[in-house]
């Protein structure tokens, strides 16, 4: 039986890793580092929003996001439903003060698309009952109240992908564009993390959608939360999904 740490990889750090091997896969996946003073003040340098985010963390938990401020020379910082104006000398403390002493990342942000003035990101499931990836489907989530995240436990609530495109005005045309790319660079992700990660059968791509219609790879989930495909337009879907996560839950265990 293959272990959990086998299969689950739980360092962010670690899955981002096990991506940016395959050469295709950069313009798809934003700069990324580990967090410290020195990236700290490189990322607020080179570009006007950045997240930061626990290396440990899901579920949208503890993530923080700071966007350049630039007729008041500093920046404002959201986390949860917080929202705080910090000057420039002040912002590293900050920044600290909330990550202590655990490891956290630093994130180009990116501009999500926003439906009724929330934010909206995707979800894309691949899965590896035999030899290949299957991409199962994709649902879209969109942020509740003021917050930065569109986690399920943060309020999320689930969308259809294209209904959330018609209302953010794409043609049927660009919806079907964007969901070709989307496969096409999940299908390439899923390959490369399971060359680095043999064990790794399960994949959740949290997926952005920028402005200017660029898919992005947010994160990548090993053991991926899939209640969201509940909301699925093909009701057959849901059932399909953990049909296979049953049967790949046969030889692997949950400890
Ligand atoms: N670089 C980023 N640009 C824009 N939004 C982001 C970025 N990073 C995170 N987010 C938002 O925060 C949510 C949670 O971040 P994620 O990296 O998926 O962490 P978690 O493991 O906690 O789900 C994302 O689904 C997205 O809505
Ligand atoms: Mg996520």
């Known amino acids: 039986m293959i272990r959990k740490r086998q299969w689950h990889v739980r360092s962010k750090w670690k899955r981002h890793l096990g991506l940016i091997g395959q ?35 899901s579920f949208g938990n503890h993530i923080m996001k700071l966007s350049r401020n630039v007729r008041r020379r500093g920046y404002v910082v959201r986390r949860e439903q917080r929202v705080q104006a ?24 990116i501009p999500l698309l926003h439906l009724g003035g929330h934010p909206v990101d995707y979800r894309l499931m691949l899965l590896k009952p035999f030899r290949d990836w299957r991409i199962m489907g994709v649902m879209g989530k969109v942020a509740s109240g003021a917050r930065i995240v569109t986690n399920y436990n943060h309020g999320g609530r689930a969308i259809r992908f294209r209904e959330s495109l018609r209302r953010a005005g794409f043609t049927a045309k660009q919806i079907d564009a964007v ?77």
Request: aromatic share 10%; hydrophobic share 35%; net charge positive.
């Open 86 to 109: 910090v000057p420039a000398k002040r912002v590293e403390r900050v920044v600290f003060r909330h990550a202590r002493s655990r490891a956290f990342l630093i994130q180009k942000g």
């Open 23 to 57: 050469r295709k896969l950069r313009r798809h996946i934003p700069p990324t580092s580990l967090l410290s003073r020195k990236t700290l003040r490189a990322y607020l340098k080179r570009y006007s929003v950045v997240y930061v985010k626990p290396v440990y963390g």
């Open 179 to 255: 969901y070709a790319e989307m496969r096409r660079v999940g299908l390439l992700a899923a390959r490369q993390f399971g060359s680095r990660h043999k064990h790794c059968r399960r994949l959740g791509i949290d997926f952005a959608i920028d402005t200017n219609r660029r898919v992005w790879i947010i994160e990548v989930n090993t053991n991926p939360f899939y209640e969201l495909f509940r909301h699925h337009e093909d009701r057959t879907l849901y059932r399909r999904i953990h049909k296979i996560m049953r049967h790949i839950g046969k030889t692997q265990l949950n400890r």
